[in-house]
């Protein structure tokens, strides 16, 4: 067993052990919202936005990018659970806003590895042994964190089965000092509409 | 300003006003793993498996599943910060155990408002304004815990952009205590292999 195996099995018996009244909650989050952010381990959606277990669906992914993958979680989210506020929350030292589309490929292309940055340019020894698969997958990557902010805000809020109802906020989360700091153009983007009339598609 | 808004402003001004070292923590996971898992609102990964800020990435979806945005994640968790070992968590009670593509997209044929459950039955009272843009949408629900989390291991195990070194782990987490269950027929699939010869594809 790998020691990184132990310690998270240790760490979970210790939770389990006083887990309470925990096992009485509901799958709807009691408090009626979710929140999209990035995967990135210096994030704690609980801590930062002061969560408890029960409260609110949170979604992660390389970016917190407003990808199909997380509209479908959304839509389970309000269709299925009850939620009616939505955060889309990016942050400042994304490593989405250090390499592009074309860089990702290349880096694959050379070898399966870790790769490395070496004077702010990331390199790949080349061994061997890559894939061009990854010329097929959209990175999502990122220029500019407010622009990328409203630009997923604005992504959900206009796709099909997403209720004019419900209220979308922008915010970028800034890893020097744990603060959420407002996309004000975000914020607008995702303000709730009069219902619109969804018009079928196919 | 609604409540969940001011709720979770405050929240996230009580963390950032005791922040501390967590400043000076890097991109890269200090602990080089990965946990895959659902959004459920029950779930805390950080709680369930010891997970301070800075230590391993974390993706969460509708049912925790390994769809082509969560393998996205997962090769920018590996290649560009190194990530080494990666969880597939799925859990108890999830919400995509209790319906199928076709109740969704029936559903969401109907109206874009929350459905309900009664007698067991997903009901939507059909008030209309409902799009059938769901019918594209593979919503990834499952029948079988046991049979999700060998499949998304061996889904991932598979991808010509992840290298055979990574080692992948398969458990379900139990909402009624807490605890993380193996799945052993996932975790032989999610070992480490010989180093494979990846064929270039396209």
New interface residues.
């Given amino acids: 067993m ?1 020691q ?2 132990e ?10 052990s006083s ?1 309470g009244s ?2 009485k ?1 509901a ?8 929140i999209l952010t990035c ?6 959606p ?6 408890a ?10 970016g917190g ?1 407003a ?4 509209i ?2 959304l ?8 939620t009616k ?1 939505w ?1 889309v929350v990016h942050h400042t ?1 994304c ?2 806003l ?2 592009t589309n074309e860089i ?1 490929r290349d ?3 050379q070898r ?4 490395t940055v070496r004077n702010g340019q ?1 390199k790949d020894p080349g061994a061997g ?9 959209d ?2 990557t990122m220029r500019d964190l407010e622009h990328s902010v409203v630009s997923d805000v604005k992504q959900i809020r206009s ?5 004019a ?1 419900i ?1 979308i ?1 922008g915010y970028i989360y800034d ?6 700091v407002e996309v004000p153009e975000a914020m607008k983007a995702g303000q709730a509409g009069p ?8």
């Avoid at 995967?39 to 704690?44: A, K, P, Q």
């Avoid at 609980?46 to 969560?51: D, E, I, P, S, V």
């Avoid at 399966?112 to 790769?115: C, F, G, R, S």
């Avoid at 890893?175 to 959420?180: D, I």
């Fill in positions: 790998s990184i195996l310690e998270v099995l240790n760490a979970n018996q210790s939770y389990a887990f925990k096992s909650l799958a709807a989050p009691a408090r009626q919202f979710a995967m990135d381990s210096r994030l704690d609980a801590k930062f936005a002061g969560l277990e029960g409260d609110a669906h949170v979604i992660r992914n390389a990018r990808s199909d993958n997380a479908r979680s839509v389970v989210s309000y269709k299925l659970l009850g506020e955060f030292g490593g989405m250090q390499f990702m880096l694959l292309s399966l590895e870790t790769a990331w042994g890559g894939s061009t698969a990854g010329d097929y997958i990175w999502l796709h099909p089965l997403v209720p109802r209220v906020y890893v020097s000092n744990g603060r959420l219902a619109r009339q969804h018009a079928a598609i196919g």
